[in-house]
């Protein structure tokens, strides 16, 4: 079981970043999956989740410029960055709620957004 | 929205200390309150949900208790390999906010 994450990069600010994050072993829409970001030496920010029904949630920050979705044919999550600021800057990592627990029990190994001019 | 404040930012102990860190929410979120272990340039790792209950292979020293506003993990002994930043995490409802996190460090 395992997640894979790709599509970071260096962006300039007002540019736009779709993340992928590809699961192997699950099923992607049968669970919540979520994204979390994680700025240079700081802690652990929540950005969206997306339940297995569908609805989604995003932190206040990112609310209109961030969409999450996923691919089921892919077995992918997405995380589309748009009007990106350099405080978007961070790793973003995927992750799976788990079914037992709703606790993030799977985690991707994280791809690095920079936003700079 | 809940906000969650972790105590104390850092510590500092001996290897066999016993450590305490503190997460407060400032609602109660009944025992929906996961703690992960942050090892340097690592990605994290899920230690405790439902507040209390220890995920498979993650060693017996840590434990997690709590419940509606004030939780706490201990590690009973601290060993070197528990060098890492630990996190708690609220996740009963939108949005699933971390606490600031706890730098463990050994004395």
């Known amino acids: 079981v395992q997640l894979v994450e790709s599509g970071g990069g260096f962006i300039q600010p007002g540019g736009s970043l779709r993340l992928s994050c590809a699961a192997s072993e699950f099923i992607v829409t049968s669970n919540y999956m979520t994204w979390v970001r994680q700025a240079p030496e700081k802690g652990l920010e929540w950005v969206s989740v997306?339940?297995?029904?569908?609805?989604?949630f995003y932190t206040e920050s990112v609310k209109g410029r961030f969409t999450i979705s996923r691919d089921n044919s892919k077995n992918t999550l997405y995380l589309q960055m748009n009007s990106l600021r350099v405080e978007d800057s961070a790793i973003y990592y995927c992750a799976r709620d788990s079914p037992n627990t709703d606790a993030f029990d799977i985690w991707g190994q994280g791809t690095m957004v920079t936003v700079s001019s | 929205d809940i906000q969650m404040t972790q105590s104390p930012s850092s510590l500092s102990a001996s290897v066999g200390d016993r450590v305490t860190i503190t997460c407060r929410a400032s609602q109660g979120i009944s025992n929906y309150l996961a703690w992960y272990q942050q090892k340097p340039g690592k990605v994290p790792k899920l230690l405790i949900s439902a507040a209390s209950t220890l995920q498979s292979g993650v060693p017996s020293r840590f434990s997690g208790s709590g419940s509606g506003t004030d939780f706490t993990l201990t590690i009973s002994s601290l060993q070197p390999e528990d060098v890492a930043t630990y996190f708690c995490q609220k996740y009963n409802s939108a949005p699933l906010t971390f606490g600031g996190g706890t730098k463990v460090e050994i004395k």
């Open positions: 997306i339940s297995a029904g569908g609805s989604t």
